[in-house]
């Protein structure tokens, strides 16, 4: 989604950045390629791109939009779950739903905290973060494995 990037980057043009003001070229170019996603949930009548199931671009693209609405919101006040008639939301809630999404998105509140800090989408290359500071939901998880050992 190199749109997304380019609109997350606004008239910084930073790769990967945090930036203001987007154009409206860039929000234009974002806008068409979130068509093409609006198109295929519509011609296949589901929740996700290949109809009532999950496919691997539904699960490929969804961090993409979730990192978008994130930055865009900090930033510019976009928010990507209202465009098309709600319908990229709906498409989000649906993936938020499934267990492989809740489990690996961030806490949105503490995503929200390091983008502030970091002006960057792909921070946590550069930043050592523990697991649990962005995903405290994990710890269930990981105490779950380790009890039935």
């Not at 699960?59 to 008639?85: H, K, M, T, W």
Request: hydrophobic content about 40%; aromatic content about 12%; overall charge negative.
């Amino acid at each position: 989604m190199l749109s997304g990037l380019d609109l997350v980057a606004g008239s910084t043009s930073r790769s990967w950045g945090i930036g203001m003001r987007p154009s409206n070229q860039q929000q234009q170019r974002f806008e068409k390629q979130c068509a093409q996603l609006i198109n295929a949930l519509q011609q296949q009548g589901g929740l996700f791109l290949t109809g009532s199931k999950p496919s691997l671009a539904d699960v490929a693209l969804f961090p993409f939009f979730e990192r978008f609405q994130v930055a865009l919101q900090l930033s510019e006040g976009y928010d990507i779950f209202n465009c098309y008639a709600g319908a990229i939301g709906q498409w989000m809630s649906s993936m938020r739903k499934l267990d492989c999404c809740a489990s690996a998105s961030p806490n949105l509140v503490l995503f929200a905290e390091a983008l502030k800090q970091h002006q960057s989408l792909d921070f946590f290359d550069y930043v050592p973060y523990t697991a649990y500071q962005l995903h405290p939901h994990l710890r269930k998880y990981v105490e779950a494995d380790l009890s039935e050992s």
